[in-house]
């Protein structure tokens, strides 16, 4: 059984978010902590978890780098069944970046339970740094799933700009929203208006929406 960490909100819970994290950090890095709290606040109880991988390097093994997302895909479909046990009501899948992406391929696979409503990408890994050629771009799992996405992106991500993505035509059922002057864990540069702290409450403001529209 994975283990899971819970961030719950103090009243009623609109929806579960199953949460993964990207290919560098943990679970309760500060980009994941901050996030789950904002998601808590706005009514939405967040399971995180980690890849086998990563609580490997939890447990003092090696920091192998993660596998290839598609090979992750079975271990973020065992944790989505344990949480179902775990509560009720309707779940979202996601996570951030590499934890995102394997949401997005999960969700673009075989049938999947009528309580997963959604994917949420925080931070879509659009193409590897530095390679924004058309043969490198990681469109696929959103133009097949079978379930709303909404991405929530930096405008400046070096693995997807808004100028880059503007420039192509994404799914229908793909919601994107563009956070100010975001890099790809959504911060600011000094000089912006915008905030990191910020962002992140707009993030889980859109994150609350999008659950609105879908489970209306």
């Known amino acids: 059984m994975t283990d899971l960490l819970w961030t719950r909100p103090d009243g009623e819970v609109l929806a579960t978010v ?7 950090a943990a679970m309760d ?46 271990e973020f479909q065992t944790v989505v069944q344990q949480v179902l046990k775990e509560c009720e009501g309707p779940l979202l899948i996601g996570g951030k970046s590499m934890g995102g992406r394997v949401a997005a391929m ?24 530095g390679k924004p050629e058309p043969e490198h771009w990681r469109l696929v799992p959103l133009e097949q799933g079978k379930r709303p996405i909404l991405v929530l992106q930096g405008d400046r991500d070096g693995f997807g700009s808004q100028e880059e993505i503007d420039a192509i035509t994404l799914p229908a059922a793909v919601t994107l929203h563009y956070l100010e002057d975001g890099n790809h864990d959504f911060a600011p540069r000094g000089r912006s208006p915008a905030t990191l702290d910020g962002n ?9 929406s999008f659950a609105d529209t879908i489970l209306s």
């Open 18 to 24: 199953v949460l993964a994290h990207g290919a560098g």
């Open 106 to 129: 999960l969700a673009s696979g075989g049938s999947l339970p009528g309580r997963i409503k959604g994917v949420i990408c925080l931070g879509y890994p659009f193409h590897p740094t």
């Open 200 to 208: 992140l409450a707009i993030a889980a403001g859109q994150i609350r």
């Open 29 to 74: 890095s500060p980009f994941m902590t901050k996030m789950a709290a904002n998601l808590a606040e706005a009514g939405l109880a967040v399971a995180r978890f980690e890849f086998a991988y990563m609580a490997g390097r939890r447990n003092g093994g090696p920091k192998k780098p993660p596998p290839k997302a598609e090979q992750l895909i079975g």
